[in-house]
């Protein structure tokens, strides 16, 4: 509900934009034989579309692209629900939406619990991961790391994985 | 008084602050200039219009007017081109440069052909001059557009920039004619948006920040010029080291890599720059290397962390800026790069069947050292490595080409540690021989060129051929004397020396130079000299230090200075009690 009330006040101060832009157009009134008003509402209303489809367009979130989600293990989710985390260390092909853009969370059940901006993704190797980013990803000790990995396979050091640093956006639904 | 005046005020404060936004912030040489250029003759064009309209200028500016009017359409196409093309346009195309050609020569045609800033659109041929310098490089931009994954934010606004200006160019002339609204012909009131949309671009596609390397002329043979290289290699050693030898050569290298705290900006012959999280980094690392490439044709540009790139902007982002840069390098002696590290496999073959990149596979120089010493010392050679690599508190696998000055000396200690025992002449001299091999084994491998690394077979690959019979072979001398011991050995005189030094630091971190007398004074008041100091002697001088550091508080007067030397006193105690922890010696 407050997402829709959030777009459609920005939809209405881009058409009053808009509007604003056509009238100052309104020397083709008699150019065009429409009449001012006409002009106005139909330019205005054009204008607007252009503006929508582009922001939209530069956004990446054109209508028929489905809302980017993530998800993630019980255990990591909590780990990102309870602010223990801040940082997902993934399966290096997990699907993750660009940079800058905020994705849905949900439990590899189903549920969403929360709305996250991906602030930052890189690569590496377990075996070279950070105690800081050990530390930021909600793990104590690399063999706490060590005990989650299991449950995804065998622990190979020089796997590659994905470390997502995500910021939360909003209030979790959790 | 007309409002149309003031509009066009507007537009030349507006075009004058995106000139001076463009010289203060954007980083790209040629379309800087072209895009600065542009709007100093949209600032002369609207004052022109603006200034005659006011009254505040006579009839002879209107051939200014005029002529600043023709001259922007082929500016801005130049600034098209060249910021959809990148830097190195005017080198593989430099007839563009034609496109301004034609203006003398309508400037000379003007009088009898009766040019003026009314009709400018309407007279052939200049008009059909004008919409092909607007036509072009639209039509330039719309087809990168298509055509390119890594930069469509960039090549949008380019390409809005450029309608914008032919709505309220040519269309919006002709209404104004048709209106009969004639004192606006010769202006372009939408100057403003599109300098705003194309500074956009340019900020989009705006080079990262990158320190000034002296020219040189490429004196590396090594990596060939004119071509992409992949570097097929589980990390970016082998990459690491061959870029090395190149920035070693002289020749002018851009590193392109994470940003991360430690990152550098390099020093000598390399610029090193960092990528940092953002949508459009594809945009910024081909505005990067292609600016470093113009300035430096025979530079080289190393992509350690493609992976990153390919993480931030998407496998097919990271597949457009290597054919982008496949063009920029092609037919110069620069070269292009870049390390598969961290990518999968599927993302390797992808990338490796890109047309026209050439591969390189490259060896672990880790794993190669240890099937090396496998060739004369058997199953110790990685027992040799593991133990090398725990006194630097690194892994194994961490061992790079940097690494080998540094395994050498510890191997001839090694070595030497095992000929002692025996006293055996023979057996020394066996000894000798097996050193100097696997020293000689291991200084082919490192001093190989890049292409003989890339062709292999690699030891690992490889058994030892033309064995020869050593006089003591390794099998043989274990039996009397384990390995592990001679390693404990050889480690531990190693770590004692590192030892001291991480003690002496701390009593300098916390005392300064008085530091480095009182541990050395300490030291020898247990009998020792520096390097032998172990960590069991470390509680001894932690206790001797406090009663010195007291007896220094007695001679204070000052309370704040006790308890400043106090403060000093806990401090010191509890870095010791850190190191020893860290060395396994903690209470």
């Known amino acids: 509900m407050g997402r829709l009330r959030?777009?459609?006040?920005?939809?209405?101060?881009?058409?009053?934009?808009?509007?604003?832009?056509?009238?100052?157009?309104?020397?083709?009134?008699?150019?065009?034989?429409?009449?001012?008003?006409?002009?106005?509402?139909?330019?205005?209303?054009?204008?607007?579309?252009?503006?929508?489809?582009?922001?939209?367009?530069?956004?990446?979130?054109?209508?028929?692209?489905?809302?980017?989600?993530?998800?993630?293990?019980?255990?990591?989710?909590?780990?990102?629900?309870?602010?223990?985390?801040?940082?997902?260390?993934?399966?290096?092909?997990?699907?993750?939406?660009?940079?800058?853009?905020?994705?849905?969370?949900?439990?590899?059940?189903?549920?969403?619990?929360?709305?996250?901006?991906?602030?930052?993704?890189?690569?590496?190797?377990?075996?070279?991961?950070?105690?800081?980013?050990?530390?930021?990803?909600?793990?104590?000790?690399?063999?706490?790391?060590?005990?989650?990995?299991s449950a995804r396979g065998v622990w190979r050091p020089e796997a590659v994985v994905l470390l997502a640093r995500l910021e939360p956006h909003g209030r979790g639904t959790g | 008084m007309s409002l149309y005046p003031l509009v066009l005020i507007a537009a030349i404060v507006a075009d004058a602050w995106f000139a001076a936004y463009a010289l203060l912030r954007l980083r790209r040489t040629l379309a800087r200039f072209a895009f600065v250029a542009l709007l100093l003759d949209f600032i002369v064009m609207t004052a022109a219009v603006a200034g005659t309209e006011l009254g505040a200028l006579g009839p002879a500016w209107a051939p200014v007017a005029l002529w600043a009017f023709v001259l922007a359409h082929p500016l801005t196409a130049l600034f098209l081109l060249l910021a959809v093309h990148g830097e190195d346009l005017l080198r593989r195309y430099p007839y563009v440069l034609l496109l301004l050609a034609p203006v003398p020569v309508f400037a000379g045609l003007a009088p009898p052909a009766g040019y003026d800033v009314g009709n400018a659109y309407e007279i052939a041929p200049l008009s059909w001059y004008l919409i092909l310098c607007l036509?072009?490089?639209?039509?330039?931009?719309?087809?990168?557009?298509?055509?390119?994954?890594?930069?469509?934010?960039?090549?949008?606004?380019?390409?809005?920039?450029?309608?914008?200006?032919?709505?309220?160019?040519?269309?919006?002339?002709?209404?104004?004619?048709?209106?009969?609204?004639?004192?606006?012909?010769?202006?372009?009131?939408?100057?403003?948006?599109?300098?705003?949309?194309?500074?956009?671009?340019?900020?989009?596609?705006?080079?990262?920040?990158?320190?000034?390397?002296?020219?040189?002329?490429?004196?590396?043979?090594?990596?060939?010029?004119?071509?992409?290289?992949?570097?097929?290699?589980?990390?970016?050693?082998?990459?690491?080291?061959?870029?090395?030898?190149?920035?070693?050569?002289?020749?002018?290298?851009?590193?392109i890599v994470r940003r991360t705290a430690r990152t550098t900006e390099g020093e000598g012959s390399v610029a090193v720059v960092g990528m940092e999280p953002a949508?459009?980094?594809?945009?910024?690392?081909?505005?990067?290397?292609?600016?470093?490439?113009?300035?430096?044709?025979?530079?080289?540009?190393?992509?350690?962390?493609?992976?990153?790139?390919?993480?931030?902007?998407?496998?097919?982002?990271?597949?457009?800026?290597?054919?982008?840069?496949?063009?920029?390098?092609?037919?110069?002696?620069?070269?292009?790069?870049?390390?598969?590290?961290?990518?999968?496999?599927?993302?390797?073959?992808?990338?490796?069947?890109?047309?026209?990149?050439?591969?390189?596979?490259?060896?672990?120089?880790?794993?190669?050292y240890e099937a090396i010493l496998g060739w004369s010392l058997g199953g110790g050679a990685a027992q040799l490595l593991r133990a090398f690599a725990g006194g630097e508190h690194r892994r194994a696998a961490d061992l790079t080409y940097e690494d080998l000055p540094a395994i050498q000396r510890f191997l001839e200690a090694a070595l030497a540690e095992l000929a002692r025992a025996p006293g055996d002449a023979p057996l020394i001299t066996g000894w000798r021989k097996t050193l100097d091999r696997v020293n000689l084994d291991l200084d082919r491998f490192v001093r190989k060129p890049l292409q003989e690394a890339a062709a292999g077979p690699w030891p690992s690959e490889t058994r030892r051929k033309g064995k020869?019979?050593?006089?003591?072979?390794?099998?043989?001398?274990?039996?009397?004397?384990?390995?592990?011991?001679?390693?404990?050995?050889?480690?531990?005189?190693?770590?004692?020396?590192?030892?001291?030094?991480?003690?002496?630091?701390?009593?300098?971190?916390?005392?300064?130079?008085?530091?480095?007398?009182?541990?050395?004074?300490?030291?020898?008041?247990?009998?020792?000299?520096?390097?032998?100091?172990?960590?069991?002697?470390?509680?001894r001088l932690a206790d001797a230090a406090e009663v010195a550091i007291v007896s220094l508080g007695t001679a204070v007067d000052v309370a704040a200075g006790k308890a400043d030397l106090e403060e000093r006193g806990r401090r010191l105690k509890t870095l010791l009690a850190g190191i020893l922890e860290e060395v396994g010696h903690g209470a």
Not at chain 1, 110 to 117: A, H, K, N, S, T
Not at chain 2, 203 to 213: E, S
Not at chain 2, 482 to 499: G, N
């Open chain 1, 6 to 149: 959030e777009e459609l006040i920005r939809s209405g101060i881009l058409f009053a934009i808009a509007l604003v832009l056509v009238a100052g157009f309104w020397v083709h009134r008699e150019f065009y034989q429409f009449g001012f008003y006409p002009i106005l509402v139909a330019g205005g209303f054009a204008t607007f579309l252009v503006i929508t489809v582009a922001r939209y367009a530069l956004r990446g979130d054109l209508p028929g692209r489905a809302r980017a989600t993530m998800t993630f293990s019980l255990e990591d989710g909590e780990r990102l629900l309870q602010r223990r985390a801040t940082l997902a260390i993934l399966p290096v092909g997990t699907p993750l939406p660009p940079v800058g853009a905020l994705a849905t969370a949900k439990f590899e059940t189903g549920p969403e619990f929360g709305r996250y901006r991906v602030a930052d993704a890189y690569r590496k190797s377990l075996a070279d991961i950070e105690p800081e980013e050990l530390q930021r990803a909600g793990f104590r000790t690399p063999d706490e790391l060590r005990r989650a990995w």
């Open chain 2, 468 to 539: 020869e019979e050593l006089v003591v072979r390794a099998s043989d001398y274990w039996k009397g004397r384990e390995l592990d011991e001679v390693l404990q050995a050889v480690s531990h005189t190693a770590d004692r020396a590192k030892f001291a030094e991480r003690v002496r630091t701390a009593f300098i971190l916390v005392l300064g130079r008085t530091g480095d007398h009182l541990f050395e004074s300490e030291v020898k008041r247990i009998g020792k000299s520096a390097n032998d100091l172990g960590p069991e002697d470390v509680p």
């Open chain 2, 135 to 255: 036509a072009l490089p639209l039509g330039e931009a719309v087809a990168a557009w298509l055509r390119s994954v890594a930069r469509r934010s960039e090549l949008f606004l380019l390409i809005t920039g450029a309608i914008v200006l032919v709505l309220t160019g040519p269309v919006y002339g002709f209404e104004l004619d048709a209106l009969g609204l004639v004192e606006g012909a010769g202006s372009n009131p939408g100057t403003p948006i599109a300098a705003a949309l194309f500074a956009l671009a340019l900020t989009f596609a705006n080079p990262f920040l990158m320190r000034k390397v002296p020219r040189a002329a490429s004196g590396d043979p090594s990596i060939p010029p004119g071509a992409v290289l992949l570097a097929d290699e589980p990390r970016s050693k082998a990459s690491a080291h061959f870029a090395g030898l190149a920035i070693a050569a002289g020749r002018p290298t851009l590193e």
């Open chain 2, 279 to 368: 949508r459009w980094t594809g945009s910024t690392v081909l505005a990067t290397a292609s600016e470093f490439l113009a300035r430096h044709p025979g530079g080289l540009v190393y992509l350690r962390d493609l992976s990153y790139l390919a993480t931030l902007a998407g496998l097919p982002a990271a597949k457009d800026v290597l054919l982008a840069l496949r063009r920029t390098v092609a037919g110069t002696k620069g070269t292009v790069f870049a390390s598969l590290a961290l990518l999968t496999p599927e993302e390797r073959r992808e990338l490796l069947a890109l047309p026209g990149v050439t591969s390189v596979r490259l060896p672990d120089p880790a794993v190669e």
